[in-house]
């Protein structure tokens, strides 16, 4: 497989030629509008037939190039080529280097839906089952008195998600009127009583609907509830018992217990009872914010080097976005569109896209009835870049937001070169 970057005058046909694939097959792959349908700067994915796959490896104490090659089902001369000018008796721990080898990264992987239209989820979720382990169905809220309710007609969804060998979670959120509740996660949490109660409908609901578990999506806890979470917790971990719980917090590079947004997530304690947990590396760039990365890879990696000091690895998932974010500026009006879409817009537009490295994001620019707009999306460089990230850390996989907004790319991407765990 290859990454295909355009150049200004190429055309399709002669990136066909070049690697051997056809038109429509890039076409396909990249969700491109037509075959006429490229500008300067777009990155297409080339996929093509593989024997090895260019695995990533953080040098631990005693690593050689013999253990190496023994653990990844390569050779020696593999990795000696593919890291040229280091020495084989001159490893470092914490070095990364290059491994060619014949297997895939193995990852979990989980992607949301709100199932605002479930018919038609259900006519897509076929064609996403081989890439997720997991689904975390977001229909679920919860009243002041601590009972859980059902927001969005879910029932199918579970079975279908069965019968395609993928997890279906039950994801509770602190909703009030569409919002994120603060006031509702405070009251119910801090309430011995009312903690019951949101634990026993929780978890007698999972198990009524036939889910494998609970996906926990309780956002802007106040930070005095912090312990209250963690009982709350411990409580349903006990009432699931072998089922899942999995559990969304906010992403942060240091623990600041009073902060309104992260304060109430004890990442360390939050592991010691949660099956997963998953950290929210999306959002750097926010609505109504300035134009900025949605998920800049120096921030994600921040991010992973201090959770892996509190949650353990292998129960730890990082988050990827299939949507960017179109700004107006100034003022930063901004709307949501899709990777697919924000790609598309470029194109229609014939706005060249530029890509900035240290994110590892692409951006353009295009004006719209006299007003300036910034959008800044990812794309195939932007998931390669993630998954090496969960490599080299080594965690259990990824979650996606959300499984309706287009993303071929992503998806093409995981077909060729990963092998989701089920």
């Given at each position: ?74 050779s ?20 990364i ?34 890439d ?49 509740s ?26 009524e ?31 699931l ?10 992403a ?116 719209q ?8 999306f ?45």
């Amino acid at each position: 497989m290859a990454v295909h970057v355009v150049k200004s005058g190429e055309s399709l046909w002669a990136i066909s030629r070049m690697y051997g694939i056809s038109i429509r097959e890039i076409v396909s792959v990249n969700g491109l509008p037509s075959a006429n349908s490229l500008v300067p700067g777009l990155a297409l994915f080339i996929p093509q037939p593989q024997q090895m796959y260019q695995r990533v490896h953080r040098v631990r104490p005693g690593d050689t190039y013999w253990k190496l090659a023994v653990e990844y089902n390569t050779s020696i001369s593999g990795i000696a080529t593919a890291n040229p000018g280091l020495k084989p008796g001159e490893l470092r721990v914490g070095q990364i280097i290059e491994i060619p080898s014949p297997l895939k990264l193995e990852m979990e992987t989980l992607g949301f839906i709100v199932p605002y239209s479930a018919q038609s989820f259900l006519s897509q979720l076929p064609s996403l089952a081989p890439d997720l382990t997991y689904l975390a169905v977001a229909a679920y809220s919860f009243t002041e008195e601590g009972y859980v309710y059902v927001q969005l007609e879910d029932r199918e969804i579970v079975v279908r998600s069965l019968q395609l060998n993928v997890k279906p979670l039950l994801m509770i959120r602190n909703l009030t009127a569409n919002e994120f509740s603060a006031g509702l996660a405070g009251r119910v949490l801090s309430n011995p009583a009312l903690r019951r109660n949101l634990v026993s409908s929780l978890s007698n609901l999972t198990r009524e609907r036939g889910y494998s578990g609970v996906s926990i999506d309780f956002e802007f806890i106040p930070p005095a509830q912090r312990n209250d979470f963690l009982f709350f917790l411990t409580e349903l971990k006990q009432a699931l018992g072998s089922l899942i719980l999995h559990v969304n917090v906010h992403a942060k590079t240091e623990d600041i217990p009073a902060n309104p947004i992260i304060g109430a997530y004890d990442y360390r304690g939050i592991a010691s009872i949660a099956d997963i947990v998953a950290v929210m590396t999306i959002d750097y760039g926010y609505p109504g914010g300035p134009p900025d990365p949605i998920s800049p890879l120096w921030w994600v990696e921040q991010v992973i080097a201090y959770a892996v000091g509190q949650i353990p690895p292998k129960k730890l998932q990082i988050a990827m976005p299939l949507y960017g974010y179109d700004k107006v500026i100034p003022g930063n009006l901004t709307l949501a569109r899709s990777l697919l879409a924000s790609q598309n817009l470029a194109i229609s537009n014939w706005r060249p896209i530029q890509f900035d490295l240290r994110s590892q994001s692409p951006h353009f620019r295009y004006r719209q009835n006299n007003q300036e707009h910034v959008v800044w999306f990812e794309d195939i460089r932007t998931t390669i870049a993630k998954f090496r990230l969960i490599d080299i850390y080594g965690l259990a996989g990824t979650t996606f937001w959300q499984l309706s907004l287009p993303a071929p790319q992503n998806w093409a991407y995981i077909r060729n070169a990963i092998q989701v765990v089920k």
